[in-house]
């Protein structure tokens, strides 16, 4: 089945760096345009980035030249590297499959404080 383990996150001082990870499997995953999303406290899951098999990036305005997407289809992993970090990114930060999202991880939690 479905299955993705997100890790990496951890606590961080406004300005800081994380890279996070996941790990993939039970999909095919190079052909999947793979997506990262999070969610904060009392607010919806939203996509944060994605990425084509052929490496294409999109990225949300909230988070444009600060984060950075890349795949590693060997690895059947995503990894999102996220400079610069705001209060604002405090979140729990997921992998999925975008467009076919399903069977959400249990995420990493990303914590901007100072």
């Known amino acids: 089945q479905v299955q993705f383990v997100e890790s990496g996150g951890g606590l961080v001082q406004p300005g800081g760096s994380l890279r996070l990870s996941c790990a993939a499997s039970g999909i095919m995953f190079r052909i999947y345009v793979m997506g990262w999303y999070r969610q904060a406290p009392g607010k919806q899951r939203e996509l944060v980035a994605h990425?084509?098999?052929?490496?294409?990036?999109n990225y949300a305005d909230s988070v444009k030249g600060r984060f950075t997407i890349s795949r590693d289809n060997a690895k059947t992993t995503v990894y999102l590297q996220m400079n610069s970090l705001k209060p604002e990114d405090t979140a729990v930060y997921y992998c999925?499959?975008?467009?076919?999202?399903?069977?959400w991880g249990q995420g990493t939690q990303v914590t901007v404080s100072s």
């Open positions: 990425i084509t098999s052929g490496g294409n990036t």
């Open positions: 999925n499959m975008y467009g076919s999202e399903r069977g």
